[in-house]
């Protein structure tokens, strides 16, 4: 497998692990910007781009701490149960 394919590969079981469709939508915008990479230069997005995409990956990265701080409470419980 090439380097390329193994991020390929990456890329994909991520994609295929997450469940939250907002997470999801903003993924699938920026594929689709840098889809033609010899087209696309990262002066093409806006400011109010940028913005709501870093704004989303905030968000998603607070929702994803809070579901790891949930299984760590709920293992804690399930441990102190037993």
């Not at 991520?14 to 910007?33: C, F, G, I, S, T």
């Amino acid at each position: 497998m090439t380097n390329m394919e193994i991020i390929k590969q990456k890329i994909i079981n991520l994609v295929m692990a997450m469940d939250n469709e907002q997470a999801l939508e903003v993924l699938h915008d920026v594929m689709q910007k840098f889809g033609n990479p010899s087209s696309v230069v990262e002066d093409e997005l806006t400011d109010e781009e940028w913005s709501e995409i870093e704004n989303d990956m905030k968000e998603i990265e607070e929702e994803e701490i809070n579901k790891q701080e949930e299984v760590i409470d709920h293992l804690k419980q399930w441990k102190n149960g037993k």
